[in-house]
């Protein structure tokens, strides 16, 4: 059974920096492309951050020069590095695989406020 599992979330003040895990279990990721997420109340989901099974990464606009996707497929982990927080940034953030199959995790809750 394959299961991705998301950590790292939680309460930060603007400006603060956090880092978000997703563990996969049940596949081996590194020949796989990784993405991470997120979806804010009352908005559709968005793509945040991009990596091949190379280790190319992509990012959306917003959160350019402030996050950091990598992954180290040696644990076959995946995360995220996000510094300069800011409320916009206030979602749940779901780890993703690149299918087919594809496999979402189950979410962390990231929250920017002061």
């Known amino acids: 059974q394959v299961q991705l599992v998301e950590s790292g979330g939680g309460l930060v003040q603007p400006g603060g920096s956090l880092r978000l895990s997703c563990a996969a279990s049940?596949?081996?990721?590194?020949?796989?492309?990784m993405t991470w997420y997120r979806q804010a109340p009352g908005k559709q989901r968005e793509l945040v951050a991009f990596?091949?099974?190379?280790?190319?990464?992509a990012y959306a606009d917003s959160v350019k020069g402030r996050f950091t996707i990598s992954r180290d497929n040696a644990k076959n982990m995946l995360y995220l590095q996000m510094s300069s927080l800011k409320p916009d940034d206030t979602a749940v953030y779901y780890c993703?695989?690149?299918?087919?199959?594809?496999?979402w995790g189950q979410g962390t809750q990231v929250t920017i406020s002061s």
């Open positions: 990596i091949t099974s190379d280790g190319v990464t």
């Open positions: 049940g596949i081996i990721i590194s020949n796989k492309h």
């Open positions: 993703y695989l690149l299918g087919p199959p594809a496999y």
